[in-house]
């Protein structure tokens, strides 16, 4: 079993969509929450980073961390065509003598439609 | 305030020749990481570095696969005897001494022929 678990999609959706994507992880020691944006053969871009359990709001996208349950989510509202790309979550255990080391998901891709 | 530099962006080997990938962090960042995204699958840690040392290596391959981070100068990841499994793409990140969130690079492909 991964550490991270997230469907890899494709997940198509109408202009102005609200978007959800989620992720499930087994891995208690994890505490920062973090979702990055990869369009095609590009680097990945940090969108929302989050600290423990509860949600994070920052213009059209949301971020929410449940703990208890180990999932996490992000929501996009009024989705829009450039937002069409690859989403992949990340988390890791904090900044240790290892650094603060990511543990990514697969991603999930998703395209808006016109 | 230019963000992780990655050179080259793209690089052809022929299989048994070496490959050296460049990362430059960003500015004030002194903490490096390497991660490698294979088709199909989600990035996966290789390396951690701080100027002059390396902090973890849990994720290299035994064999073949080595980083630096020198007191000047950029990052390098460097493979020698290439294989054709090692065809993906190879980016690096940064995040400030303090720790916190890491900023990626455009990442360089590596294609094995």
């Known amino acids: 079993q991964k550490e991270v678990e997230q469907d890899p999609g494709p997940l198509s959706v109408p202009e102005g969509a609200i978007v959800s994507l989620n992720c499930t992880y087994s891995?208690?020691?994890?505490?920062?929450f973090m979702w990055y944006r990869q369009y095609s053969r590009k680097g990945p871009e940090l969108l929302m980073y989050t600290y423990s359990s509860g949600n994070k709001e920052d213009g059209r996208f949301t971020a929410q961390v449940d703990k208890s349950s180990k999932y996490i989510s992000l929501f996009i509202r009024d989705s829009q065509p450039s937002d069409s790309a690859t989403y992949l979550c990340?988390?890791?255990?904090?900044?240790?003598?290892?650094?603060?080391?990511?543990?990514f998901g697969t991603g999930t891709q998703l395209k808006v439609e016109l | 305030n230019a963000g992780v530099m990655q050179n080259p962006r793209h690089l052809v080997r022929r299989r048994g020749q070496e490959a050296r990938l460049r990362c430059s962090p960003m500015?004030?960042?002194?903490?490096v990481y390497w991660y490698r995204q294979l088709p199909e699958e989600g990035l996966k840690f290789m390396v951690y570095?701080?100027?002059?040392?390396?902090?973890?290596e849990s994720g290299m391959p035994k064999e073949r696969f080595s980083a630096e981070f020198p007191k000047e100068g950029p990052s390098i990841l460097r493979i020698q005897q290439v294989v054709r499994g090692d065809s993906a793409a190879y980016f690096c990140a940064s995040s400030p001494s303090t720790g916190g969130t890491a900023y990626f690079g455009p990442g360089t492909r590596l294609t094995v022929t």
């Open positions: 891995n208690s020691a994890f505490q920062y």
């Open positions: 570095l701080q100027k002059e040392n390396i902090i973890d």
């Open positions: 990340a988390m890791s255990a904090g900044i240790t003598g290892g650094g603060n080391k990511l543990t």
């Open positions: 500015k004030g960042h002194s903490h």
